[in-house]
């Protein structure tokens, strides 16, 4: 066996036994991987919150394609996410679609350092980040390499389309000003969802998709 620290996003957790649980991760090293955590209890389910960025020493079993994590710790406290409903649900959601888009192994170069830093956008936000998850959708396209257009993604929108457009031309900042309801902001993670179903060829069915149009009714 051997052991190397790394930085892991968390996506996701499966409880495997009472005391151990497979926790799946982005990385930089190897992309979409689960690991095993033993003695999950003992570390703290806390460190396991989806999107939570960690470091953790990885060790590598010759005899399985499941290798564990040790000694983790959170890198970020992210105590703007934590301390709020909103952006926790939005984190369960963009988390679940991450995991649910990515194959396992699936390793986008460029992707991990994204990701950490649309977390820590995030979390650093004091108001007006209701939009964030569409702008998400969209860049996450861009990460995965399909470098969306208005024409690419306008037979996806339909009458949306339009609504759309100003998320592919304006700034970050001032795609977080565009005045949406809570309505509009759920068809347009549909259709975004569709979007990426299309380019990636496979079905992305988001179940935390229903809580965050509980909070955007």
């Given at each position: 066996?051997?052991?190397?620290?790394?930085?892991?996003?968390?996506?996701?957790?499966?409880?495997?036994?009472?005391?151990?649980?497979?926790?799946?991760?982005?990385?930089?090293?190897?992309?979409?991987?689960?690991?095993?955590?033993?003695?999950a209890?003992?570390?703290?389910?806390?460190?396991?919150?989806?999107?939570?960025?960690?470091?953790?020493?990885?060790?590598?079993?010759?005899?399985?394609?499941?290798?564990?994590i040790?000694?983790?710790?959170?890198?970020?406290?992210?105590?703007?996410?934590?301390?709020?409903?909103h952006?926790?649900?939005?984190?369960?959601?963009?988390?679940?679609?991450?995991?649910?888009?990515?194959?396992?192994?699936?390793?986008?170069?460029?992707?991990?350092?994204?990701?950490?830093?649309?977390?820590?956008?995030?979390?650093?936000?004091?108001?007006?980040?209701?939009?964030?998850?569409?702008?998400?959708?969209?860049?996450?396209?861009?990460?995965?390499?399909?470098?969306?257009?208005?024409?690419?993604?306008?037979?996806?929108?339909?009458?949306?389309?339009?609504?759309?457009?100003?998320?592919l031309?304006?700034?970050?900042?001032?795609?977080?000003?565009?005045?949406?309801?809570?309505?509009?902001?759920?068809?347009?993670?549909?259709?975004?969802?569709?979007?990426?179903?299309?380019?990636?060829?496979?079905?992305?069915?988001?179940?935390?998709?229903?809580?965050?149009?509980?909070?955007?009714?």
């Amino acid at each position: 066996m051997t052991k190397d620290a790394a930085e892991l996003i968390v996506l996701s957790t499966t409880k495997v036994k009472e005391s151990a649980i497979v926790v799946h991760t982005l990385s930089r090293e190897w992309g979409r991987r689960g690991f095993l955590v033993q003695s999950a209890k003992k570390a703290g389910m806390s460190l396991f919150l989806p999107l939570n960025i960690l470091e953790a020493d990885v060790v590598e079993n010759p005899r399985s394609d499941l290798w564990s994590i040790k000694n983790i710790h959170a890198l970020n406290a992210l105590n703007g996410i934590r301390g709020n409903l909103h952006k926790n649900t939005m984190t369960l959601f963009l988390a679940e679609v991450l995991f649910r888009t990515l194959q396992e192994g699936a390793n986008e170069d460029g992707l991990y350092e994204w990701c950490v830093g649309s977390i820590l956008t995030l979390d650093a936000l004091p108001a007006d980040f209701a939009n964030f998850h569409i702008r998400f959708l969209l860049e996450l396209s861009g990460a995965m390499g399909f470098r969306p257009s208005f024409q690419d993604i306008a037979p996806f929108a339909g009458d949306k389309a339009v609504i759309l457009k100003p998320f592919l031309e304006t700034s970050f900042s001032e795609s977080m000003l565009i005045p949406l309801s809570g309505e509009v902001r759920n068809s347009l993670c549909e259709i975004l969802i569709r979007y990426l179903e299309f380019h990636t060829e496979q079905p992305i069915r988001v179940k935390s998709l229903d809580v965050l149009r509980e909070l955007y009714r």
